[in-house]
């Protein structure tokens, strides 16, 4: 083989310039595209063209820049390409995973359990104090009693606004009905019901209690009626 002509594992350039390194030829063929990249130093070149034509091209294993090769083992390779394909938990960080979602529910679950308790509690409260601000009102606007009682003698099953019958053989005119009381809280109070006049004045002065069940996730709340009849919260019921 002449000097001058390249051998059979060499890349030859489009000019026909040698470039460093040695790719064979088959695999040259398999990659290259149909028109090698070229790639030429910015600034002004003599007539000659000194700068050799540089090709970027990549065969099995190796990977070609110009005027070095790095080469990447092919089992490296497979291996890494199937662990980017199987990305994913290991079970030993899935069972810390679960292990740290564990901790933190425990510490979490008590705070939301008095917290929904309180919401709850909070809920009884206002219904009921809405209920007794209602029954004023219609009292005053109607000129009529209107009396707020519990239900079948116990403020457990609910309650209803009502207008009482003028005669014994009369019906009450009922206003509002408000549900039973969930069991988990207890709805408790020395009156058997709230009575307005049409000045809206009860009868006498009353105190509810509401809190939960067993006791122990939340503070109970305490609602007053006042001679007046006026409402407010109280930290405890006569």
Known sequence: MSRGQPRNDEYVGVRGRQLPGRLPSVACAAHRPKHAARRQTLGNHAANDDDPVRIVGFRQGQTVVPGKIQTMPIDFTKRLRARCRACGFTLVE????????????MIAVPSFKRVLVSTNLSGINNDLAGDLQYA????????VTVAVAASAGSWQNGWTVEIPPASSTGSATVLRNHPTISAQYVLSS???DVTYNSQGTPAAASCFTISEQTGQDSTPRYLQVSSSGMLQQATSCP
């Not at 004023?136 to 000129?143: G, L």
């Open 94 to 105: 899935l069972m810390v995973t679960l292990a740290v979602a564990a901790i933190l529910a």
């Open 136 to 143: 004023r009102t219609e009292a005053v606007s109607r000129q």
């Open 190 to 192: 020395s009156a058997a």
